[in-house]
């Protein structure tokens, strides 16, 4: 039994000024809509949800996937709603207080459809549905001072509640979904999203175990350019981050990729991934990015603009579209059709770089569980060439 809900504001143009506020009218005719759908006698049998969803698109604010599930509803002529959980996914990674005035609230008008249908999807994936154990929880952005060790209201509690501190909140996965899982060649998965295209903007990296398949760590720093004027990077920034609301904590907290670097080899040294006497590739550990620009590119041509030499373990890579092409023997160009294949939700921001990452992440965790073997896809030769390992990939990807 489903209801779906689609939104848009009234006027041609989406307007930014939506808040979260003007959703309350929908959200009543959203309720109004589920206590339509159950019967007013009799009893409900072999009904596990009810999925609710909203989409607000607006130039600033998209609020996806509002999701409100009911379970075990069985034998009850009329289900309350305060039996609903209600589990809210933003794609919005605020990570700034929000502004002391409201923002004006435009009226909305909306197009609602309703239709039972049976609880089993008329064309499910080939793939069964991974649960997590911190799924039901409610989506709460990442801290991105927390992220690079600059949180300073740890003590606060409404910031506490307002924020996330955990980056494997929503990745912990049931050794019991694990069963299909094959042994790996690599004891570390080191997840990689890049941001920026005329310099870094952002270096995310998640650290996750291959035999457990929970996140170990993670390492995250906002990247300052250093080939650009102040003028040019403020219009970077804003046009990139402003639109995500982080263009503050980037200007708080973004440091020069050759001190990125230093950083990153020393989070690597500690978890004894890389031997900075010894140099060469990782230890145990692949990276694993959604494409090949990353590796493959953007950090050869970050390491010229930096003028520093590129680092030895970015010699090889594990290109995730390219494994889950031959795994799956299905087409995805890049982690939002991914996801969309696998019913994975996506959190956060999409072109937040964390965000990706951990999004990714769960694409990776989910091909895993799934029984997928990652391997190495593409690497640089003595002559830093790249040569592609994979027979069958996805086309050209910089």
Not at 5 to 23: N, Y
Not at 61 to 71: D, G, M, P, Q
Not at 89 to 110: D, F, I, K, N
Request: hydrophobic share 40%; with cysteine; glycine share 6%.
């Amino acid at each position: 039994m489903a209801l779906h809900l689609g939104v848009w504001p009234s006027g041609k143009e989406a307007d930014s000024s939506i808040t979260l506020r003007s959703c309350g009218s929908v959200l009543r005719q959203l309720f109004a809509g589920v206590s339509a759908l159950m019967p007013v006698e009799g009893s409900v049998r072999d009904v596990r949800y009810v999925a609710l969803r909203v989409r607000v698109n607006c130039s600033q604010f998209i609020l996806e996937n509002f999701t409100y599930k009911a379970e075990q509803m069985m034998r009850s002529p009329r289900i309350p709603l305060s039996r609903f959980s209600v589990t809210a996914l933003y794609s919005s990674s605020l990570s700034s207080l929000t502004p002391s005035h409201p923002l004006p609230v435009r009226s909305l008008r909306h197009i609602a459809s309703v239709s039972a249908v049976q609880a089993q999807d008329p064309s499910p994936p080939p793939h069964r549905s991974l649960s997590l154990k911190n799924s039901e929880n409610r989506w709460k952005p990442m801290c991105l001072y927390y992220t690079q060790g600059k949180c300073t209201m740890m003590d606060d509690p409404v910031h506490l509640e307002k924020f996330n501190h955990d980056c494997s909140r929503h990745l912990q996965i049931d050794v019991a979904n694990l069963s299909r899982k094959r042994s790996q060649e690599f004891d570390y998965f080191l997840v990689l999203d890049l941001e920026g295209k005329i310099e870094i903007l952002e270096f995310p990296v998640v650290m996750i175990e291959a035999k457990t398949m929970n996140v170990v760590d993670f390492f995250h720093r906002f990247v300052r350019p250093s080939g650009m004027s102040n003028q040019h990077i403020n219009e970077y920034i804003e046009g990139k981050y402003g639109k995500l609301g982080v263009a503050g904590v980037w200007h708080d907290t973004a440091i020069y990729f050759e001190d990125v670097i230093q950083e990153f080899e020393a989070w690597l040294t500690q978890h004894h991934l890389w031997e900075k006497e010894v140099g060469r590739s990782l230890n145990g550990a692949a990276f694993v990015t959604c494409g090949n620009w990353d590796v493959k590119s953007k950090v050869p041509e970050q390491c010229k603009v930096s003028k520093i030499k590129l680092p030895s373990y970015f010699m090889k890579w594990i290109n995730i579209k390219d494994v889950y092409l031959n795994f799956y023997k299905r087409r995805a160009t890049g982690m939002l059709a991914m996801m969309n294949q696998l019913r994975i939700p996506l959190l956060g921001s999409h072109h937040l770089g964390l965000d990706d990452t951990l999004n990714i992440s769960r694409v990776l965790q989910h091909m895993v569980a799934d029984g997928a073997l990652l391997q190495i896809t593409a690497w640089k030769n003595r002559s830093l060439q790249t040569e592609f390992l994979f027979k069958d990939r996805i086309g050209h990807q910089g």
